[in-house]
């Protein structure tokens, strides 16, 4: 990835900042043949404070945006480290079969890329890659899989928790032509012709005896934020280090939307159970949670989701030190843009046409349409291979930010930062400035929002922490 400084004053969402200027463009290389020489000087900064040897989760790794993530740690990797360097890639499907041909295909991925390269053929050997099997509608599968990483893994640098449902029922034809015709780049970046699933809830989670006065769990807010939830708080263990290690903390890369605004979340409707946009509630609350993870108001929350079951008890006692903190996990959140990933299942004629309006929409200027889910991957892979110095001075500096992928006209790909109401683009007030790829009808922020945003956070914090040791006891009970 290389970094282009531009003046926050100039168009486009070129919002990453440096630290000399405004801000940075990552730009990928679409020239297999080029990217061992381009990458491999622009990128010997990454992932200089961690071990040599990577190991990262990616979930829904068999489709769509998961399966791009996982083709684009391959290619970054094999093109910007040296020989000595591994990265081990845990893939998670629904089933075993979808996993053995998860491994296939990255396998073959790997064999051509290397072959497409001037790299030595050994460097195939830098890669490899497991797989797990992982449904996030069941909790016992999340437990399953926790247990197993557990006890099979050295260490975890990073989780990108990808999968996901869209709880789309389908589409409202004749308002999605209006829209489109009417209002070409908002009607296809956040879109109000969706007809979406309401009230739809998960299989009973526990045996017939243990289901009885079971709360319920919306199925959209299970698959995208709770069993991700889960998941990751019994992971941390894996994703600490020990406060006299000279390795850094693993990392928590949610997966959120572009689509997510304020006006689809409620705190009293935390699962998303009573709207018709259950998708887009789970990303909002995702960006609330990522976004106010650092901030006091939530910490005693985040500190029992980043704490083992050891801390936490110290937690309760009040005799837990500092220690704990140095080594954990940070959190992030990243989006891909527009692309198309099969989210929305189309007939063949449907999702060509799809394709033409997302690049149609770039053409007239959008900065979200990645369209391809390779260049969405942008984000997330950034994220996971960056230096830990480069990400904490940019978010230190400037607050932490919902990073997201974009291009220009010509499909050159970057990293930017992308606005979130109530936060803006860092959780400082004025930070908006001339910048294109802004929501329709979206306020500048204002202390009074930030303020509000701080307090949903904490408040989400505090229920999904509730909802995580009440379902936690009852598995337990079950087992």
Known sequence: ??????????PGPLELWSRNRKSLVVPHVTSK??????LSNQMKHLNTDRDSHLYILVTGSNTGLGFAICRRLV?????????SEKLTLIVTARDEKKCAATVKQLGSYLENATKATTLAKNYGGMVTF?????????????????????????????????????????????????CIFTNWKNAVTWPTFRLGTVGQVTKPQLSNTGAVNEPVLGEVFC??????????????????????????GGRIIWVTSIEARVHHFSIADLQGLATSHAYESSKRLTDNLVLTSSLPSSRPWVDRY?????????????????????????????????????????????????????????????????????????????????????????????????????????GSERVVRTEVEGWGYSGVVGQEGKRKGRAPNVKNLTPQAREEFGSIGRECWKEMEELREDWEKRLAKAS
């Open 223 to 248: 698959s995208n934020v709770f069993g991700h939830y889960l998941l990751s708080h019994n992971l941390v263990p894996l994703l600490s280090r020990s406060a006299g290690s000279t390795s850094v």
């Open 306 to 410: 980043l704490g083992s079951a050891d801390i936490n008890s110290k937690i309760n006692k009040g005799t837990a030190t500092s220690d704990f903190n140095a080594g954990r996990p940070k959190i992030y959140a990243v989006h891909p843009g527009i692309c198309g990933t099969g989210f929305v299942p189309l007939s063949l004629f449907l999702n060509s046409l799809m394709f033409l309006v997302m690049y149609i929409a770039r053409w007239l200027g959008s900065p979200w349409h990645t369209v391809q889910a390779y260049k969405g991957a942008c984000a997330p892979v950034w994220i996971a291979l960056s230096s830990q110095e480069q990400l904490d001075h940019i978010e230190e500096t400037e607050g932490p930010a919902k990073w997201g992928s974009a291009t220009d006209f010509w």
């Open 75 to 83: 290619d970054e990797f094999i093109h910007t480290r040296s020989e």
């Open 130 to 178: 497991e797989s797990r099997i992982l449904d996030l509608m069941s909790l016992q599968s999340v437990k399953a899989l926790s247990d197993d990483l557990l006890s099979t893994l050295p260490k975890l640098d990073s989780i990108i928790l990808n999968a996901g449902v869209g709880g789309v029922a389908g589409i409202q034809w004749p308002l999605a032509f209006w």
């Open 1 to 10: 990835m290389e970094y282009v400084e531009e003046e926050l004053c100039e």
């Open 33 to 38: 043949s080029s990217q061992a020489t381009h």
